[in-house]
């Protein structure tokens, strides 16, 4: 069954970085053959895209962490990663990794808190 493990969350100070990570297992086709995306869920808000990358690399970012998050993905260890820099207290958030190719997975979400 299709897995989506996310990690590296924590708490942060404002202007902080942090690294998270998806690590997919159990897909019907090779992992490269998917989509790929970060969401994003703040209490009281609807689930949000935050960045995404496509088969051949192509990236897309919400305009809120374009020049600050980095996504990337490394298709012989199954992982896409989400790199966070000046971190603000507004990307405090439960964060989400999606898979896409004929159907969506989700994972269970990893929490990034940033605060002083």
């Known amino acids: 069954q299709v897995q989506l493990v996310e990690s590296g969350g924590g708490l942060v100070q404002p202007g902080g970085s942090l690294r998270l990570s998806c690590a997919a297992s159990g897909f019907a086709a090779t992992f490269s053959s998917y989509y790929m995306s970060w969401y994003r869920q703040a209490p009281g808000k609807e689930r949000e895209l935050v960045a995404a990358i496509t088969t051949v690399g192509s990236t897309n970012y919400a305009d809120s962490v374009k020049g600050r998050f980095t996504i990337s993905r490394d298709n012989a260890n199954n992982t896409v990663y989400l790199q966070m820099n000046s971190l603000k207290p507004e990307d405090t958030a439960v964060y989400y990794c999606?898979?896409?190719?004929?159907?969506?997975?989700w994972g269970q979400g990893t929490q990034v808190t940033v605060s002083s």
């Open positions: 999606k898979a896409r190719r004929f159907l969506q997975y």
